[in-house]
């Protein structure tokens, strides 16, 4: 396995969710201030859109072209990334069973997919 390849991927697919959070969420998050979101989600479109696009390439040769391991670190990256950016910005507690059980099996996922 190549793992500044790897490494890469997982940054792009951090890099992604994180945009596409604050794509569909930043319309939540400070209701008071004077800001166009949906401008900021159109803006956001071609950054995203080019993470995905990379991190599926680069991913789908670290995981010898097997595109179901490539979407389940994808799944795995964006389940790690919601529950701490909706716990900051919109105060939803991280820390409820349902939440902790399912991150903890997306981390799962994501070891299964990088170690076996």
């Not at 319309?27 to 800001?35: E, H, P």
């Not at 479109?45 to 389940?72: D, K, M, N, Q």
Request: include cysteine.
């Amino acid at each position: 396995m190549m793992w500044s390849q790897l490494f890469f991927t997982v940054f792009l697919f951090a890099l992604l969710h994180i945009m596409v959070w604050f794509s569909a969420n930043l319309q939540l998050v400070g209701a008071d201030i004077n800001y166009h979101p949906l401008t900021i989600a159109i803006l956001l479109s071609i950054p995203i859109t080019l993470c995905a696009f990379y991190a599926t390439r680069v991913g789908y040769a670290v995981f010898s072209e097997s595109l179901w391991s490539v979407r389940f670190l994808a799944f795995g990256v964006s389940y790690l990334i919601f529950p701490v950016l909706t716990w900051h910005f919109l105060g939803e507690s991280f820390f409820t069973f349902k939440t902790i059980v399912c991150t903890l099996l997306s981390i799962i996922i994501v070891c299964i997919q990088v170690f076996l």
